[in-house]
């Protein structure tokens, strides 16, 4: 049973668009959601979000976190070919699960020119 | 230049032929783990490792053995590989427990035929 979903688990846009990446968790002990980007090699990082409410921002991407309802959003405006990517939300276990990695199995966003 | 360095990129085996994956990093990290990565499914983590004398089992162990004598290597080793081991694995460190950025390596692609 997934603890980390992602969806869409496809999507395809053109460049321009506005797209809205979602990430909804079951994890006990919550500790902290990070994103990544993976385009045809490892993954890299974008953004921790440890605080519900607070918005991270890095240029035209964007992430929130809602503790209460259990999601992150990953949005990215003016999509550009270059965001072309898997994007990959992860939890870290806490407790007895500590050391423990819970990956989604990604968004796997396309952006035509 | 602060980097987790896999080797080999890419290997082609045969079954049951013993192998051994290395992984090594410079950033005095505490923390490493393991993934594979098959499509479909996203990464899922094998053994993780939060110090030096200390491993632990992550989602997909079975088939796999790690050690982590050093600080700074974490090899993976395949003792009896088997077809349903083809896979791209990914070896990551972060500077703590799950709880700060993995930083990744550039992946290793394995063939068991």
């Known amino acids: 049973e997934d603890k980390v979903v992602q969806s869409p688990l496809s999507l395809v846009v053109h460049e321009g668009d506005t797209v809205t990446l979602n990430c909804s968790y079951e994890?006990?002990?919550?500790?902290?959601l990070l994103w990544y980007k993976q385009e045809k090699k490892a993954p890299t990082f974008l953004f921790m979000l440890?605080?519900?409410?607070i918005e991270k921002k890095s240029g035209r991407l964007s992430s929130i976190l809602d503790k209460k309802e259990l999601f992150s959003i990953l949005n990215i405006t003016a999509t550009q070919t270059g965001d072309s990517a898997v994007y990959l939300c992860?939890?870290?276990?806490?407790?007895?699960?500590?050391?423990?990695?819970?990956f989604g199995r990604g968004t796997q966003l396309t952006v035509w020119p | 230049e602060a980097q987790v360095t896999q080797n080999p990129r890419y290997l082609i085996t045969v079954t049951g032929k013993k192998l051994t994956v290395t992984c090594s990093q410079n950033?005095?990290?505490?923390?490493m783990s393991w993934y594979r990565q098959d499509p479909g499914l996203g990464l899922r983590q094998i053994y993780y490792?939060?110090?030096?004398?200390?491993?632990d089992k992550g989602d997909v162990p079975e088939g796999y053995k790690v050690s982590r004598k050093e600080k700074r290597n974490f090899p993976l080793i395949l003792e009896s590989p088997s077809p349903n081991q083809t896979s791209l694995y990914f070896c990551?460190?972060?500077?703590?427990?799950?709880?700060?950025?993995?930083?990744f390596g550039n992946g290793t692609r394995l063939t068991v035929t």
């Open positions: 990551a460190s972060s500077l703590v427990t799950g709880d700060s950025p993995l930083h």
């Open positions: 994890v006990t002990n919550f500790r902290s």
């Open positions: 440890t605080s519900s409410g």
């Open positions: 992860a939890l870290p276990g806490g407790g007895s699960t500590l050391g423990r990695l819970y």
């Open positions: 950033m005095n990290h505490e923390y």
């Open positions: 490792s939060m110090n030096v004398e200390v491993t």
